[in-house]
Antibody
Framework: QVQLQESGPGLVKPSETLSLTCSVS??????????WSWIRQPPGKGLEWIGY???????TYNPSLKSRVTISVDTSKNQFSLNVTSLTAADTAVYYC????????????WGQGSLVTVSS | QSVLTQPPSVSGAPGQRVTISCTGS?????????VHWYQQLPGRAPKLLIF???NRPSGVPDRFSGSTSGSSASLAITGLRAEDEADYYC???????????FGGGTKLTVL
């Protein structure tokens, strides 16, 4: 059973860059079956897809965030990462890493979520 | 505003049947992209409930079922239980967006 675990800061300042990492165990990010994704959820609101990456390094982003987001994958460490630049309070959310079964498939595995607060 | 539209809330008494709708468009559900459903309990990560329109992952009770028709999808829950009280989200792929989309979520209250 694959497990995903987010790690990163819980508090970041406005205008700074958020960096989160998702460590994968019980499975390999190099599997050709899956896409590795970041999804966020502002407090009290719904889910927002941020983007996903294939093990080759090919990434696709939500157009609404594309200019500020980078997702990368490190197959040697079996992990993938998220960077979000130019943070504002609107980026405050629980950030989930997740595994998609293909680009159009369902999300069968989720991390527990990492609350990130943007505040000075 | 979500590309997939769900009712903000639904409710039902224990034992009853409820349905949650998810309305999309020609670039997602009507285009034939699969719909997936998730249950999110308070303070928890979402859990996959239905994948590829009408399939249940192992361990999900058959009280939960999914269907699609045209540009819409539905999640049905029969034999409602107190533990079904949660937020439910639909999810699909959108060709205009070039990526994934989620519905705004529906809060299910068990009366």
């Amino acid at each position: 059973q694959v497990q995903l675990q987010e790690s990163g800061p819980g508090l970041v300042k406005p205008s700074e860059t958020l960096s989160l990492t998702c460590s994968v165990s019980g499975g390999s990010v190099s599997s050709g079956t899956y896409y590795w994704s970041w999804i966020r959820q502002p407090p009290g609101k719904g889910l927002e897809w941020i983007g996903y990456i294939y093990y080759t390094g090919s990434a696709t982003y939500n157009p609404s965030l594309k200019s500020r987001v980078t997702i990368s994958v490190d197959t040697s460490k079996n992990q993938f990462s998220l960077n979000v630049t130019s943070l504002t309070a609107a980026d405050t959310a629980v950030y989930y890493c997740a595994r998609f079964r293909g680009k159009t498939g369902g999300v069968g595995s989720w991390g527990q979520g990492s609350l990130v607060t943007v505040s000075s | 505003q979500s590309v997939l539209t769900q009712p903000p809330s639904v409710s039902g008494a224990p034992g009853q049947r409820v349905t949650i709708s998810c309305t999309g468009s020609s670039s997602n559900i009507k285009a034939g992209y699969h719909v997936h459903w998730y249950q999110q309990l308070p303070g928890r990560a979402p859990k996959l409930l239905i994948f590829d329109n009408d399939n249940r992952p192992s361990g999900v009770p058959d009280r939960f079922s999914g269907s699609t028709s045209g540009s819409s999808a539905s999640l049905a829950i029969t034999g409602l239980r107190a533990e079904d009280e949660a937020d439910y989200y639909c999810h699909s792929y959108d060709s205009h967006l070039g990526g994934s989309i989620f519905g705004g979520g529906t809060k299910l209250t068990v009366l």
